[in-house]
T-cell receptor
């Protein structure tokens, strides 16, 4: 069985500040890990994906995430927040890369001007 | 990137009627399509997995007779909510998977049952 825990349902950061969204996972096999962004009333857009290659994964819009097996974590970061980053972010895990995803509960990111 | 079109984006229906939601992969063939449901301010929950030409596999707790899924071709899957009730109101999202790269998500359908 697999699961994802996202700490912090709401995160607020100032424009230009560091964004850190936390994600911890549980998986019985080596996981595939994902971060998605969702804007209001829209579907999900893939930010980045970890597939057991490099532990530091770079995604779109300046986001990156680091896979830490010892901590079972896959936190999402961005050095400098932009107003357009305000959205809901979901961490997800799949076992074996079959794209059958288990999602975390999401983190709503608010950017303070 | 690959495009998945989901239609309609919004639908309002009367209680007791049925609603069909389409999920199309526009520029690739999807061997597998997934249907998720998202309750307000909550995460996405997988409802079912459909493979082209075979019966869908439903997650535990999902009524297969209520949520009919058809995956008739490699580019089209449909979800029909039968005899809809207000508690079926939700945001439904599909994703399409080639079996090689990643799954691509549709824009979602907001269903409101009145």
């Amino acid at each position: 069985a697999q699961s994802v825990t996202q700490l912090g349902s709401h995160v607020s950061v100032s424009e230009g500040a560091l964004v850190l969204l936390r994600c911890n996972y549980s998986s019985s096999v080596p996981p595939y890990l994902f971060w998605y962004v969702q804007y209001p009333n829209q579907g999900l857009q893939l930010l980045l994906k970890y597939t057991s290659a490099a532990t530091l994964v770079k995604g779109i819009n300046g986001f990156e995430a680091e896979f830490k097996k010892s901590e079972t974590s896959f936190h999402l970061t961005k050095p400098s927040a932009h107003m357009s980053d305000a959205a809901e972010y979901f961490c997800a895990v799949s076992e074996g890369g079959n794209e059958k995803l288990t999602f975390g509960t999401g983190t709503r990111l608010t950017i303070i001007p | 990137g690959a495009v998945v079109s989901q239609h309609p984006s919004r639908v309002i229906c009367k209680s007791g009627t049925s609603v069909k939601i389409e999920c199309r992969s526009l520029d690739f063939q999807a061997t597998t399509m997934f249907w998720y449901r998202q309750f307000p301010k909550q995460s996405l929950m997988l409802m079912a997995t459909s493979n082209e030409g075979s019966k869908a596999t439903y997650e535990q707790g999902v009524e297969k007779d209520k949520f009919l899924i058809n995956h008739a071709s490699l580019t089209l899957s449909t979800l029909t909510v039968t005899s809809a009730h207000p508690e079926d109101s939700s945001f439904y999202i599909c994703s399409a998977y080639t079996g090689v790269t990643e799954a691509f998500f549709g824009q979602g359908t907001r269903l409101t049952v009145v």
